[in-house]
């Protein structure tokens, strides 16, 4: 299941050592280690560094169907981000099926390169709310709430203040500052006086505060957002990437100090060897893997699987643990975007090419983003990505008072209806545990914490002359599954987002089309575009109904890109995949490290979450071993 990714420690007792490298194919004698990873995604690299660097000296091999990013400039450069993401080189794309709502075959992107999503993405810096933490450990997963979780993602960070001139704010005790991952503010970072005024628009319509830090707990705020940057030098001028393959293994490769790593790259882990599959828990003893460029040739051949018994059956595979809950819980947020054209009198330095373009933005033209233009000035600047304002409102300051506390009441209401519904399409296996995520997501969407997101980006997102903002509903209440379509696992899954299914996620991402609009009718923000392109008037007139902005919502969507749940951290009773250790349930020694864990959504990107995930596990993984 390519959207899960796992490690496996392996009680194996033979070492075998080498120097930290970076192969395309391992030698006969390369037989056993005591670690095996399964994917040198985000998470994955933070487990081979900080297992391989243990006193221990233990061995470790990360298996990677991706290639090593070193020499593809595209890879480390903020500014080619969507070039990055969208090709087909470097990203999965891993194809949905035909959706309910909308009718169309979405591409869920994610990395397929060392370093996986933190090579590829927005490297947008943001953290949860205490609340969505804490509630995660309410679910009966011991100290993974927001104190705990907050120390690893901490570790996992270096953060560099930039200058107040800029504009960003910073709590200085919510961050990190001797970690790995470069974190901070772009150099160059323009155009601040946009930025500056999406903040303020975003506290004249919602009543929000503004220069909140992102990470420290409280997210509910407008403010400029920190990035995964880092400059590579002090003089530098320019900052660069700080993905996991640059922050946490090359740095292991340049000292040279952690010399049982390996890592492969270029093959995919197809089946899992297990000693006795008559022993419960089950012990993996193995992993099986093939090239991708021959997958026919595969070493170590043993048995799979944990997943559900039925599914794996239904394709020819015999179930090892059956544990019907892998795979379901599917939780993406989807999007929508509302883009002007600049002020006519502000372009004397943009190339400001056809602003019919911006319509390519929405889907399912998507896969054309990297045909866009790009601003002259910011093609040659080399600073980073062009966003650096979120605003982050809680369902109250984007539905009002009245109408959110209805929505709330309406979404308890109906919380075991609902889950009910989802247990009998496949998409959980346990009605009481998903009726209390459910009311656990009410009480917190109740709260202070975001309900939605306002992304304000400039034209290195858009076709030259074109701004806007890009609007989510943060906690989607829909749930889809993830399901094996063949016993080959080359072959990608079959995937199920369920995307905007359940009327909560219509509702609040329709307000948030609505409030993006307001935002550019600020005094703050008028100023600076000239018409509207998307939705345009003509398809989406200023004075349309809820029903026809819904309509609007439903037929132009697109997948975020930020999926979690499918492995959830729960006990088993409650429909949950791994427990507190991340071990699979049912399995000795096979643990889920990455956002599939994540058992439902948070207000924030994934990224630095899914660090503090990978540095917690290793600090538990090295205390048990």
């Given at each position: 299941m390519k959207l899960t990714r796992a490690i496996l420690h392996l009680a194996i007792i033979a070492h075998t050592t080498f120097a930290t490298q970076i192969v395309s194919s391992l030698p006969d004698s390369a037989?056993?280690?005591?670690?095996?990873?399964?994917?040198?995604?985000?998470?994955?690299?933070?487990?081979?560094?900080?297992?391989?660097?243990d006193e221990r000296n233990f061995s470790v091999l990360v298996i990677e169907a991706g290639e090593d990013p070193r020499g593809i400039p595209m890879?480390?450069?903020?500014?080619?981000?969507?070039?990055?993401?969208?090709?087909?080189?470097?990203?999965?794309?891993?194809?949905?099926?035909?959706?309910?709502?909308?009718?169309?075959?979405?591409?869920?992107?994610?990395?397929?390169?060392?370093g996986g999503s933190s090579s590829i993405n927005g490297m947008v810096w943001t953290r949860g709310s205490k609340e969505q933490y804490d509630a995660i450990e309410a679910l009966g997963n011991p100290s993974w709430g927001w104190e705990e979780m907050q120390n690893h993602m901490k570790k996992a960070e270096r953060f560099e203040p930039s200058e107040e001139s800029r504009g960003t704010t910073f709590e200085a005790s919510a961050r990190g500052y001797e970690g790995m991952v470069g974190t901070g503010h772009p150099t160059p970072y323009a155009p601040v006086k946009l930025f500056r005024a999406f903040v303020e628009a975003c506290a004249q319509v919602f009543g929000i505060e503004t220069g909140k830090d992102l990470c420290a707990g409280d997210p509910n705020s407008a403010s400029q957002n920190s990035f995964s940057v880092h400059r590579p030098t002090l003089d530098s001028s320019a900052a660069v990437r700080s993905s996991s393959v640059i922050s946490y293994?090359?740095?292991?490769?340049?000292?040279?100090?952690?010399?049982?790593?390996?890592?492969?790259?270029?093959?995919?882990?197809?089946?899992?060897?297990?000693?006795?599959?008559?022993?419960?828990p089950a012990a993996a003893s193995g992993v099986e893997f093939a090239s991708v460029a021959e997958p026919s040739v595969r070493r170590a051949v043993r048995?799979?699987?944990?997943?559900?018994?039925?599914?794996?059956?239904?394709?020819?595979?015999?179930?090892?643990?059956?544990?019907?809950?892998?795979?379901?819980?599917?939780?993406?947020?989807?999007?929508?975007?509302?883009?002007?054209?600049y002020n006519s009198s502000l372009l004397s330095r943009y190339d400001?090419?056809?602003?019919?373009?911006?319509?390519?933005?929405?889907?399912?033209?998507?896969?054309?983003?990297p045909n866009l233009l790009v601003a002259e000035d910011y093609a040659n600047s080399a600073g980073g990505p062009a966003g650096g304002a979120l605003g982050f409102p809680s369902l109250q300051q984007l539905?009002?008072?009245?109408?959110?506390?209805?929505?709330?009441?309406?979404?308890?209401?109906?919380?075991?209806?609902?889950?009910?519904?989802?247990?009998?399409?496949?998409?959980?296996?346990?009605?009481?545990?998903?009726?209390?995520?459910?009311?656990?997501?009410?009480?917190?969407?109740?709260?202070?914490?975001?309900?939605?997101?306002?992304?304000?980006?400039?034209?290195?997102?858009?076709?030259?002359?074109?701004?806007?903002?890009?609007?989510?509903?943060?906690?989607?209440q829909s749930r889809g599954s993830v399901k094996l379509a063949s016993d080959d696992p080359f072959d990608y899954p079959s995937i199920d987002p369920a995307y905007?299914?359940?009327e909560y996620d219509v509702l609040v991402q329709a307000a948030c089309v609505?409030?993006?609009?307001?935002?550019?009718?600020?005094?703050?923000?008028?100023?600076?575009?000239?018409?509207?392109?998307?939705?345009?008037l003509s398809l989406l007139p200023l004075d349309s109904t809820v029903a026809k902005t819904e309509e609007f919502v439903r037929a132009s969507y697109a997948p975020v890109y930020h999926p979690v749940g499918t492995v959830a951290m729960m006990p088993k009773e409650m429909g949950g995949s791994v427990g507190p250790d991340l071990k699979i349930h049912g399995s000795l020694n096979v643990r889920v490290v990455d956002a599939s864990v994540i058992p439902f959504q948070l207000s924030a990107h994934l990224s630095s979450t899914v660090y503090g995930i990978a540095e917690k596990a290793a600090s538990m993984i090295l205390a048990s071993a």
């Open positions: 037989s056993t280690f005591d670690y095996i990873i399964v994917g040198g995604g985000t998470a994955g690299l933070v487990l081979a560094n900080r297992l391989s660097g890879i480390e450069d903020p500014n080619q981000m969507i070039q990055l993401a969208f090709s087909k080189q470097h990203s999965w794309n891993w194809p949905t099926s035909n959706q309910t709502v909308g009718g169309k075959r979405h591409n869920i992107l994610g990395g397929k390169v060392l293994l090359y740095p292991t490769i340049a000292k040279s100090s952690n010399s049982g790593l390996s890592v492969l790259v270029g093959h995919q882990a197809t089946r899992i060897a297990w000693k006795d599959t008559t022993k419960v048995a799979t699987r944990e997943g559900n018994e039925k599914d794996l059956e239904s394709v020819g595979i015999k179930t090892v643990i059956n544990l019907p809950s892998v795979g379901t819980g599917l939780q993406d947020q989807t999007l929508n975007m509302v883009l002007y054209s400001t090419g056809n602003a019919g373009d911006a319509l390519k933005l929405q889907d399912p033209a998507l896969n054309n983003l539905l009002g008072k009245e109408l959110a506390n209805s929505t709330v009441s309406e979404l308890k209401r109906t919380a075991l209806v609902r889950a009910q519904a989802i247990v009998d399409r496949g998409a959980s296996t346990d009605v009481e545990g998903l009726w209390q995520i459910f009311l656990a997501q009410a009480d917190i969407i109740n709260g202070t914490t975001p309900a939605a997101e306002f992304s304000q980006f400039d034209t290195v997102l858009m076709p030259p002359g074109v701004l806007g903002v890009i609007v989510w509903n943060l906690l989607p905007l299914e359940s609505r409030a993006a609009r307001a935002l550019f009718n600020t005094s703050t923000l008028a100023s600076f575009i000239g018409v509207e392109v998307v939705p345009g």
